[in-house]
């Protein structure tokens, strides 16, 4: 009985941890709304009470949540968002990984597959370096290189002539035809061996080694890189 009550008492304390978390985002939003803040400011602001409001028990604020992420997530997805790659990823992630639980838990099945879906149209081309990496756009959780980067030596962005369609990208037999018929062969094989000898690889500080460790060794992460089957869906990290 005794370790039962501590068990009731840690999720009572828990819940009312989530809550002032719920309130105190929302007043700090309203503000920031009023105060005229940054255009970022305000979507991280709204990321983070989507989230918070995600992992609520409450029913009614599921909801919200459910409700409040197509928003944020049709933000994410805008290529005119002025956001970094690396935290337009993160963002992606936890966005997918937090409202799949939350609509299941809510029994949203046609929810939950929605957003199962959009984590795994892209997940095939997600790379550890997308993290950390700068100077590129992300569409879709596919690189491409900005018109002001030069050209990529990097094994992770190949070339045209290495692109084939593959199930769970943007990528169709069509869009490679496509391609051919305009003359985009992409590096030539000498210039691909020069870079596949020389790759460029920058050092990553502590804290952003951290902060990679900490994104990749969510289970449905595992399962992209390693192929490594965690808790399923019932996960609640």
Not at 119 to 125: G, L, P
Request: with cysteine; aromatic share 4%; charged share 30%.
């Amino acid at each position: 009985m005794y370790r039962c009550s501590r068990c009731l008492g840690g999720l009572y304390h828990l819940s009312d941890l989530l809550r002032s978390r719920v309130r105190d985002l929302r007043i700090e939003l309203s503000q920031k709304k009023a105060a005229g803040a940054s255009p970022l400011r305000v979507l991280d602001l709204e990321n983070q009470l989507v989230i918070e409001l995600g992992r609520s028990a409450r029913p009614e604020e599921r909801t919200e949540a459910l409700r409040s992420a197509e928003e944020v997530w049709r933000r994410l997805e805008d290529p005119r968002t002025p956001l970094a790659a690396p935290s337009r990823t993160a963002m992606r992630v936890m966005l997918c990984t937090t409202m799949r639980r939350c609509a299941l838990l809510a029994k949203h099945r046609e929810a939950a597959e929605v957003w199962t879906a959009r984590f795994a149209q892209r997940a095939a081309r997600l790379q550890p370096q997308d993290f950390i990496q700068d100077g590129e756009e992300m569409r879709g959780w596919e690189k491409t290189p900005t018109p002001t980067t030069a050209k990529s030596t990097s094994p992770l962005s190949p070339s045209s002539s290495q692109l084939r369609a593959q199930f769970g990208t943007s990528l169709t037999e069509e869009d490679i035809d496509e391609s051919a018929q305009r003359g985009d062969v992409g590096a030539s094989p000498n210039e691909e061996g020069e870079n596949d000898a020389h790759p460029k690889r920058r050092e990553l500080s502590p804290m952003q080694k951290y902060r990679q460790d900490l994104v990749l060794s969510h289970p449905m992460i595992g399962i992209v890189f390693k192929g490594r089957q965690g808790p399923g869906p019932r996960y609640t990290g």
